[in-house]
């Protein structure tokens, strides 16, 4: 039977990086093909090819037998590709419903946008994603994975035959996805075909049928996703096999270096304690928007709690932290802080890692003071932290997503803080890159650092963590050693269903 889609022997080379090297892919009316490889393997490059976002520099693209050329993105979508990007497209600037429709708006008889029709067509077709959002709510003012809610609505309902999400659940929880799930199901149903592009295991093997795995731009193998395992898929995508994802936990802890005491995240909500400890990563575990963030960024100025005081190496914290200049003044205490959105409130993507890893060195000194170029100690950086780049001159914007987080922790090692407050530590990463990064972690509390670190993925921080504290209603319910954790006890402590509180 002829496939919907045929991609044959496309290549693709930006200067002397060559970017896809005769790849081949078919897609199946019906199915839900994954896409699956390291950052840099070329997933992204052969979906902005079949988007009409690049050209190739060889090979064929037909559509039910019939070659095709998809010269711009609304080439594609004449041809029936819709697409999800990983990065995010919405405008900021711009309502839910504008951009929904930006370049497709209704009119009305006399030729001018008809708003009313536009915001109707919006709020229906978000709340069919189960969201309860403002059509003319500015974008601006959205949360991460309301943002990628509305851009997957905005792909979804463009009611094409191929339907490609890129990283589509990387800002999502667990809810979230299967209702995303249910979508997807309904879509392959349909008769449509559904790329789904992730890093995320358990996500693939959930909701796909078929896999093609990429590595350095060129085809591995495609099998029906029953014939493999998590752990040859995960073989076959970096070569090698990965028996333990997550290093070992630590063997011992010291003294106490962050203490959180009588701390309300918010007026309603009960007082929480909380104690950190060199050489310990403490997980902070739960359902979604239940106040790990809220807890998390009151230590950095960026959410305002009620009340509560915190002790950081003997020295007390002015609670609230000032939002203005509360991250410096963190550092200056020895805390480094690792937001989940590392391109909007952590990298200058436009600047070289040079600049992204020294910085941290900068703010420590005083505005007056000559500033220096740290060229040794950015060199010792990327080296100790195997960032894959041509030089510390390199774009931060040229890098995969997991160097770029690379280069966003390095900026604080390389500062030589004590403690890590870290958001979502491999969003976006894929599972090379994940097992690079929880060494560098765990290596930083062998050297007597403490983190804090919050993620959507529970089997992460079971994994990662030597201590998970639940935290449900703005508070901590629950505490447990992260070895005796199992994703059912966390979401029955998240539920509520248990009170062993902290």
């Known amino acids: 039977m002829e496939p919907l889609i045929r991609m044959s ?29 390291e950052n840099g393997a070329g997933k992204s490059t052969l979906m902005k090819i079949l988007a009409g976002v690049v050209q190739p520099d060889g090979g064929s693209i037909h559509r039910n ?32 419903a504008e951009n929904m429709y930006l370049g497709k708006e209704p009119v009305t ?23 309860d959002l403002d059509p003319t709510t500015l974008v601006s003012e959205l949360s991460i994975a309301e943002r990628q809610f509305v851009e997957i609505a905005h792909g979804i309902t463009a009611d094409a035959d191929v339907v490609i999400l890129d990283e589509p659940t990387a800002a999502l929880n667990a809810a979230d996805v299967e ?149 410096r003044l963190l550092q200056s205490m020895g805390v480094g802080f690792v937001p989940e959105d590392r391109k909007d409130e952590g990298l200058f993507l436009e600047l070289p890692i040079g600049f992204n890893t020294s910085i941290g060195l900068h703010s420590s000194k005083s505005e007056l003071s ?19 780049a041509p030089s510390a001159d390199s774009l931060v914007s040229s890098l995969s997503g997991g160097n770029q987080q690379k280069v966003l922790l390095g900026r604080y090692l390389a500062s030589e803080v004590e403690i890590l407050l870290i958001e979502e530590p491999t969003r976006g990463v894929d599972v090379g890159a994940k097992a690079e990064i929880y060494q560098l972690l765990r290596d930083f509390t062998d050297s007597g650092g403490a983190i804090i670190v919050l993620s959507r993925e529970t089997i992460e921080l079971i994994g990662l963590c030597d201590r998970l504290c639940v935290v449900h209603d703005n508070t901590i319910v629950s505490e447990m050693p992260a070895a005796e954790a199992t994703e059912h006890k966390i979401l029955d402590a998240a539920l509520g269903t248990q009170t062993s509180a902290a």
């Open 179 to 327: 209702t995303l799930n249910r979508h997807i199901r309904s879509l392959r149903d349909r008769g449509k075909a559904i790329v789904y592009i992730s890093h995320r295991m358990e996500e693939i093997f959930e909701i796909c049928d078929t896999v093609s795995v990429l590595k350095d731009g060129r085809n591995v193998d495609s099998c029906p996703l029953s014939e493999v395992t998590q752990q040859s898929l995960i073989a076959m995508m970096v070569g090698r096999d990965i028996n333990d994802l997550f290093p070992n936990k630590s063997v011992g802890t010291g003294e106490s270096v962050l203490t959180i005491k009588d701390f309300q995240v918010s007026p309603e909500a009960e007082p929480l304690e909380l104690s950190v400890h060199k050489g310990e990563i403490v997980g902070l575990a739960g359902l979604e928007g239940q106040g790990q963030r809220e807890l998390l960024r009151s230590l950095v100025g960026q959410h305002q709690p009620h009340a509560g005081s915190v002790t950081i190496n003997s020295t007390s914290l002015p609670i609230p932290v000032p939002q203005t200049g509360g991250i």
């Open 9 to 37: 022997n496309i290549s693709k080379a930006f200067d002397s990086n060559v970017a896809l090297d005769d790849v081949s892919l078919e897609l199946a009316s019906g199915s839900v093909h994954a896409l699956v490889g």
């Open 65 to 96: 037998g019939k070659a095709v050329h998809m010269r711009t993105p609304k080439e594609a979508l004449e041809y029936g590709v819709s697409t999800v990007f990983q990065e995010l497209s919405l405008l900021p600037n711009l309502s839910i």
């Open 370 to 388: 000559w500033a220096q170029g740290h060229h040794k100690t950015v060199a010792e950086t990327m080296s100790s932290m195997a960032v894959k």
């Open 109 to 131: 008889k006399l030729g001018r946008v008809d708003c009313a029709t536009m915001e109707s067509l919006t709020a229906n077709a978000i709340a069919e994603l189960g969201l």
